[in-house]
Antibody
Framework: QVQLVESGGGLVKPGGSLRLSCAAS????????MSWIRQAPGKGLEWVSY????????YYADSVKGRFTISRDNAKNSLYLQMNSLRAEDTAVYYC????????????WGQGTLVTVSS | EIVLTQSPATLSLSPGERATLSCRAS??????LAWYQQKPGQAPRLLIY???NRATGIPARFSGSGSGTDFTLTISSLEPEDFAVYYC????????????FGPGTKVDIK
């Protein structure tokens, strides 16, 4: 069965960095676009970034552009999010999600990893 | 950027009742509209995609309709496990933002 398992979250000071990972299993990872979506405590969902199956196409939300970098390693079935210059407003649960084959929706999600930015 | 508005913010109903949730887009999204269910402490789950197609394993009591700017998620008869928050999500032609979510509708027990 499809599994997505995030790791790497934690407490970081404003201006600091963190790297999130997402380990995928149960499907052919290299066939799918992948995305990061976040949810601030008690708030709604915010799309953060997506990456194409080969890694050649990448998009970011304006709120993270220039600070976050998405990448993938298809040989390791893994997705990453490098987060730099973190701000208090980046505090959220970060979900790794798989895009459907027609790339309109997210059909599988990980359990999420909490990132807290605070001094 | 396409903005999604959901109504009502909260829907208080009893088990067995029918739930009707609305999602409105600030401009046409064709049929590129999905619905997700999220329970406390859990990740969202895809319920409906392309406005009216149930995702794998989703019970028939969940149905979606609409196109363009107005969409509806209907739960025909609420089960205890259906009390949750529901989000709509659209995919637009980018740039700038390819995916946006609505603010959510909470369905709670009356």
């Amino acid at each position: 069965q499809v599994q997505l398992v995030e790791s790497g979250g934690g407490l970081v000071k404003p201006g600091g960095s963190l790297r999130l990972s997402c380990a995928a299993s149960g499907f052919t990872f290299s066939d799918y676009y992948m995305s990061w979506i976040r949810q601030a405590p008690g708030k709604g969902l915010e799309w953060v970034s997506y990456i194409s199956s080969s890694g050649s196409t990448i998009y970011y939300a304006d709120s993270v552009k220039g600070r976050f970098t998405i990448s993938r390693d298809n040989a390791k079935n893994s997705l990453y999010l490098q987060m730099n210059s973190l701000r208090a407003e980046d505090t959220a649960v970060y979900y790794c999600a798989r895009l459907t084959t027609h790339r309109s929706n997210f059909d599988y999600w990980g359990q999420g990893t909490l990132v807290t930015v605070s001094s | 950027e396409i903005v999604l508005t959901q109504s009502p913010a909260t829907l208080s109903l009893s088990p067995g009742e029918r739930a009707t949730l609305s999602c409105r887009a600030s401009q046409s999204v064709s049929s590129y509209l999905a619905w997700y269910q999220q329970k406390p402490g859990q990740a969202p789950r895809l319920l409906i995609y392309d406005a009216s197609n149930r995702a794998t394993g989703i019970p028939a009591r969940f149905s979606g309709s609409g196109s363009g700017t107005d969409f509806t998620l209907t739960i025909s008869s609420l089960e205890p496990e259906d009390f949750a928050v529901y989000y709509c999500q659209q995919r637009s032609n980018w740039p700038p933002v390819p995916f946006t979510f609505g603010p959510g509708t909470k369905v709670d027990i009356k």
